[in-house]
């Protein structure tokens, strides 16, 4: 495998990094971190999209016909890399729920959607976990019964859903739902694309650790909201539908594979890696006692080495998918090494710097406004997220290794 990029890969990555040194200034940054923090992005963020997409950049490798640019998944890798280290921000297409869109969507679903989010005219949440199942996504009980024939068919939806973040500021929710009353455990599920607008939805905020004191800029997880989600008789079309009813287990899997794969994924588990290296190298005499301890920088080189691996690990799932080929396990895989070792990174971080890995933003002596305190309060948050780590081992064993399913 050729590990280098090519010229003109090298030569867009400097246009980018010129770009962000000239356009984020910190006003720009706070408004971009608005959207980060569930409260939704500031007025000069607008702006900063609209040049990103004048020069071509925003979801580069999704096909033109729905808006892209019909280019690689190496040249949105460079791209989104870039974005996000610098300000969190994914350009590389519409988020969650759209990459389900472009793999099983109707031909209509496709062309209504795609380019709305590629515009973030759409912004999706998901509807996956609830309070009696959790990441356990097969017990889902919020249920969805077709009603009418024709032109009068729809689904009346009624459930709850739970941790349902950025609820408040999406236009629609990406709602998994059990289609057949009936059914048990993966069967029976439908995915529908629901407007968050729609009658008989209830959004109920959840505040979470880092809402008082809210996490610095570069906060891992440091989202200050989730939501509790309530539907009540809400009717749906079924032109909502997306994939075939009762498919739903598939299509959702399908798109959290997708969506699992990108340089923002792998750059929320190694952001606290980078950070502290720089940080070392920074003049604050606490950085300095440390930089010339051997066993620290012996440490810090074994985690950059770790986070080197789930860059790589990111890469062949994107050169898989480039290629065509059958993407199975390997999202599931980034899924459980990543995160892990985004926990053990921020452990040795909190071990390393003594009591003021502790100090919150605002309390005087902390380090860096309190990024090591906010990451250590959500870093075990990234190993439930878009699944829990041993529900993705289970993945790797069956469809990675072709293990049998456990005996009850």
């Not at 921000?89 to 729920?97: E, L, S």
């Not at 999706?124 to 959790?134: R, T």
């Not at 929320?268 to 720089?278: G, L, Q, V, W, Y």
Request: some cysteine; overall charge neutral.
């Amino acid at each position: 495998m050729d590990f280098e990029f090519t010229q003109e890969e090298e030569a867009l990555r400097s246009q980018v990094q010129a770009f962000i040194k000239d356009n984020l200034t910190p006003e720009v940054l706070a408004d971009l971190a608005g959207g980060k923090r569930g409260r939704g992005f500031g007025p000069r963020a607008k702006g900063i999209f609209e040049k990103i997409a004048d020069r071509g950049w925003n979801a580069i490798a999704w096909p033109k016909a729905y808006g892209g640019q019909g280019g690689s998944r190496i040249t949105q890798f460079l791209v989104e890399e870039e974005f996000y280290r610098a300000a969190q921000v994914v350009i590389g297409g519409g988020g969650t729920g759209t990459p389900a869109v472009l793999a099983s969507g109707t031909e209509e679903q496709k062309q209504y959607y795609v380019p709305r989010a590629i515009r973030r005219e759409i912004i999706f949440c998901q509807g996956y976990s609830e309070p009696q199942c959790g990441t356990d996504l097969a017990g889902v009980r919020c249920r969805a019964t077709r009603v009418g024939t024709g032109a009068d068919a729809h689904y009346v939806v009624n459930g709850q859903k739970v941790f349902t973040t950025n609820a408040q500021v999406a236009t629609h929710v990406f709602l998994l739902v059990r289609t057949d009353p009936e059914s048990r455990r993966h069967a029976g599920l439908s995915i529908l694309l629901v407007p968050m607008d729609t009658p008989g939805i209830t959004i109920r905020p959840m505040y979470t650790i880092q809402n008082n004191p809210g996490g610095p800029p570069g906060t891992t997880y440091g989202e200050e909201r989730t939501n509790e989600v309530f539907f009540d008789d809400v009717k749906v079309p079924v032109s909502c539908l997306l994939g075939q009813e009762g498919d739903g287990w598939a299509v959702s899997q399908r798109g959290l594979n997708l969506d699992r794969v990108g340089a923002w994924r792998y750059l929320i588990s190694i952001k606290r890696d980078e950070d502290f290296a720089n940080w070392l190298k920074s003049d604050d005499p606490r950085a300095a006692d440390l930089r010339d301890d051997e066993a620290v920088r012996d440490k810090v080189a074994e985690l950059w080495i770790e986070a080197q691996l789930c860059r790589l690990m990111t890469m062949r799932s994107m050169s898989i998918e480039q290629r065509g080929e059958g993407f199975t396990y390997e999202g599931a895989a980034e899924k459980v090494f990543a995160p892990e070792h985004g926990v053990r990174t921020t452990e040795a971080i909190a071990q390393l710097l003594g009591p003021h890995a502790q100090l919150l933003n605002g309390s005087p002596g902390n380090v860096q406004d309190g990024l090591y305190a906010h990451n250590l309060l959500s870093a075990f948050q990234s190993t439930v997220n878009h699944g829990s780590v041993q529900v993705m081992r289970d993945q790797i064993a069956r469809k990675g290794l072709d293990l049998p399913k456990p005996r009850k």
